[in-house]
T-cell receptor, first 114, second 109 residues
């Protein structure tokens, strides 16, 4: 059984640029959630995708957008990058869209915005 | 803004000592989870507590859920260097997890 994988591992961008982060969910899981973890903080929920549809969204501006593909892998896109977007971006997959269902986290993508 | 407050923020102890980490919320959650996160990795689920007053044990780790389901604690007995990591509590919502800021635990050999 393949775990959750994310790419790239690290990324450096400058203010105003756009970035795409990728996540492959665990085999058999059709739900992917994205979280932002700033330095010294716990993860903050960005949004969740279930069967290719956005199922819920946290308090993040519209320049944070996502996609889920038929194979249930997912992308997180961030436009007009700001310095505060520097963080570890985590994706988590689960079998069901319920928060109570166990979420399996990937290792994250470390984004640095200069 | 973190809905869950964890204390202490940092904890450094000697191998063999005991430690307790606290998680408090002003909101009631249907259940609460504890995770451990190591550098360069995502959080890994340790336990889910559901019932008020519930106590769960996982080897040397003891988890307690408050009667009102608004607070929880994690107690580690005879800590080992392998217990070093960031411990996160998370309130379980309809579709998302709400995390605390975490407690960084360092166990010195």
């Amino acid at each position: 059984e393949t775990g959750v994988t994310q790419s790239p591992t690290h990324l450096i961008k400058t203010r105003g640029q756009q970035v795409t982060l990728r996540c492959s969910s665990q085999s058999g899981h059709n739900t992917v959630s994205w979280y932002q973890q700033a330095l010294g903080q716990g993860p903050q929920f960005i949004f969740q995708y279930y069967r290719e549809e956005e199922n819920g969204r946290g308090n993040f501006p519209p320049r944070f957008s996502g996609l889920q593909f038929p194979n249930y892998s997912s992308e997180l896109n961030v436009n007009a990058l700001e310095l505060d977007d520097s963080a570890l971006y985590l994706c988590a997959s689960s079998l069901l869209p319920s928060g109570a269902d166990t979420q399996y986290f990937g290792p994250g993508t470390r984004l640095t915005v200069l | 803004t973190q809905l869950l407050e964890q204390s202490p923020q940092f904890l450094s102890i000697q191998e063999g000592e005991n430690l307790t980490v606290y998680c408090n919320s002003s909101s009631v959650f249907s259940s609460l989870q504890w995770y451990r996160q190591e550098p360069g990795e995502g959080p890994v689920l340790l336990v889910t507590v559901v019932t008020g007053g519930e106590v769960k044990k996982l080897k040397r780790l003891t988890f307690q859920f408050g009667d009102a389901r608004k607070d929880s604690s994690l107690h580690i007995t005879a800590a080992q260097p392998g217990d070093t990591g960031l411990y996160l509590c998370a309130g379980v919502g309809d579709y998302k997890l709400s995390f605390g800021a975490g407690t960084t635990v360092t166990v010195r050999a």
